[in-house]
C-alpha cells in the first residue's frame, strides 16, 4: 500500500511540477521584491479608483466600513506580501513555475471572493458596493499576477 500511495505521491508532484526546478532559472530576489512593489502601487491605485466609483455609483452606508482606506490597504499589501512570496517560492521549487502560479492565483482569488458572496443579501451590505469589493479583488489579483511575471519571470528556459 505504500508503494502505491508513493507512486500516487511522485505523479501528483509531477502533474504539479513540483520538482526541483532545474530550469528554467528562478528570478532575481531583488526582481520578485520589485514585481510585489510594483503590484502594490498599482494595485492600491486600482482600489482608489473603484473605490470611488462605487462610492459616486451607489449609495453606501456609514456602516460600510469595506471602502475604508485603512481596511482595504491593509488586505491589499498582506495578500500581495503573500502572492510575492509564493512566487518566489513556487520559482525555486516547480519546473513548471508559471503553470502553477496560474492555478494557485485562481484557487485564491476564488476563495477571497467567498466572503464577498456571503455579504450579498445581507443587511448594511448593498449589492452595488460589494459588487466593487469583488472587482477590487479581480483586479488586485490580475495586476499582481501580471506584476510578477512580467517583472520576476523565470530565467533562461520555458516560463510555462
Avoid at 513548471?96 to 458572496?117: E, G, M, Q, S
Wanted: no cysteine; proline share 6%.
Amino acid at each position: 500500500m505504500s508503494t502505491l500511495q508513493s507512486s500516487l505521491a511522485r505523479q501528483a508532484f509531477r502533474h504539479a511540477g513540483t520538482s526541483a526546478a532545474t530550469e528554467p532559472a528562478p528570478p532575481a530576489r531583488r526582481r520578485v521584491a520589485a514585481a510585489g512593489l510594483a503590484a502594490t502601487v498599482v494595485s492600491l491605485a486600482a482600489d482608489v479608483v473603484l473605490v470611488t466609483i462605487g462610492q459616486a455609483a451607489f449609495t453606501v452606508p456609514a456602516t460600510f466600513g469595506k471602502f475604508g482606506f485603512g481596511t482595504y490597504a491593509l488586505l491589499t499589501v498582506l495578500g500581495i506580501a503573500g502572492a510575492t512570496a509564493t512566487w518566489g517560492m513556487v520559482t525555486r521549487l516547480s519546473s513548471k513555475p508559471k503553470w502553477l502560479l496560474t492555478r494557485l492565483a485562481v484557487l485564491v482569488t476564488a476563495l477571497f471572493l467567498i466572503p464577498d458572496f456571503l455579504l450579498l443579501g445581507t443587511a448594511g451590505n448593498p449589492t452595488g458596493p460589494v459588487i466593487m469589493l469583488m472587482l477590487m479583488h479581480l483586479a488586485i489579483a490580475a495586476i499582481t499576477y501580471t506584476a510578477l511575471i512580467t517583472v520576476a519571470p523565470v530565467r533562461n528556459g520555458p516560463q510555462s
